[in-house]
T-cell receptor, first 113, second 114 residues
Framework: SQQGEEDPQALSIQEGENATMNCSYKTSINNLQWYRQNSGRGLVHLIL?????REKHSGRLRVTLDTSKKSSSLLITASRAADTASYFC?????????????FGKGTLLTVNP | DGGITQSPKYLFRKEGQNVTLSCEQN?????MYWYRQDPGQGLRLIYY???????QKGDIAEGYSVSREKKESFPLTVTSAQKNPTAFYLCASSGGTGAYNEQFFGPGTRLTVL
C-alpha cells in the first residue's frame, strides 16, 4: 500500500519562482524522505527529516514536517529549468527487525525557462 | 566509482518466459531492495533483503523471486506467474536496517513483455 500522497500531482512554474510540494501520510513514521527522479532514471535522495525534527534545509531545498497533521512540504526556492523532474516523498517505518520505505505517487514539476 | 548498477537497461520478454534482472552494488551496504514503477505511479516494494542469505516479501511479491548469496548482488527473477510484468524496475541499497537510512538507487531496467 502507498502511504504518502503528494499534492499537487503536477506543477508548472517559471524559472526563478518557488515550487512547493506537499506530502500527507496516514500512520506514524520514523522519518520522511524526499527523492527526485528525472524521466526514465533512478531516484536520487534529496533530504531526510526525522520524526522529531520540524524543519530542515539543504541548499535551495527546505523541508518541513508536521507530525500532528501527518504532512510534510518540500520547497524549492529560485527554481531552475534543471529542477524539472518528479519528486517523491517516502515514509520510513520500522517494526521489529524490518525497515522499509513507502513511496507516494509523486509530483511532476516542470520549470519553464 | 561507488554505486549501484543494473543490467540490462532494456529487456524484452516473451510471454511465458522467466527473466532475471541484475543488481550489483559496491557501497558495502547490508540492505537491498527491488521496486516496481508503473507509468505515473510511485514505487512499490517487491522484495527486500537486510543481510546476506535473508530476504523478505514486499507489497507485491507474487510472480517474483530473489536471492541474496552475496552482499554485493541481489538479482530479481520475473517469473511467468507474473501476469503483468511490463514496468520499470528499480534496485536500491541502504547502509543499514535502522530507522534512518537513505536509499541509493540504480538506473533501472525497463522490462517489456512482447
Amino acid at each position: 500500500s502507498q502511504q504518502g500522497e503528494e499534492d499537487p500531482q503536477a506543477l508548472s512554474i517559471q524559472e526563478g519562482e518557488n515550487a512547493t510540494m506537499n506530502c500527507s501520510y496516514k500512520t506514524s513514521i520514523n522519518n520522511l524522505q524526499w527523492y527526485r527522479q528525472n524521466s526514465g532514471r533512478g531516484l536520487v535522495h534529496l533530504i531526510l527529516i526525522r520524526s522529531n525534527e520540524r524543519e530542515k534545509h539543504s541548499g535551495r531545498l527546505r523541508v518541513t514536517l508536521d507530525t500532528s497533521k501527518k504532512s510534510s512540504s518540500l520547497l524549492i526556492t529560485a527554481s531552475r529549468a534543471a529542477d524539472t523532474a518528479s519528486y517523491f516523498c517516502a515514509t520510513g517505518h520500522s517494526g521489529g527487525s524490518n525497515y522499509k520505505l513507502t513511496f507516494g505517487k509523486g509530483t511532476l514539476l516542470t520549470v519553464n525557462p | 566509482d561507488g554505486g549501484i548498477t543494473q543490467s540490462p537497461k532494456y529487456l524484452f520478454r516473451k510471454e511465458g518466459q522467466n527473466v532475471t534482472l541484475s543488481c550489483e552494488q559496491n557501497l558495502n551496504h547490508d540492505a537491498m531492495y527491488w521496486y516496481r514503477q508503473d507509468p505515473g505511479q510511485g514505487l512499490r516494494l517487491i522484495y527486500y533483503s537486510q543481510i546476506v542469505n535473508d530476504f523478505q516479501k514486499g507489497d507485491i511479491a507474487e510472480g517474483y523471486s530473489v536471492s541474496r548469496e552475496k552482499k554485493e548482488s541481489f538479482p530479481l527473477t520475473v517469473t511467468s506467474a507474473q501476469k503483468n510484468p511490463t514496468a520499470f524496475y528499480l534496485c536500491a541499497s541502504s547502509g543499514g536496517t535502522g530507522a534512518y537510512n537513505e536509499q541509493f538507487f540504480g538506473p533501472g531496467t525497463r522490462l517489456t513483455v512482447l
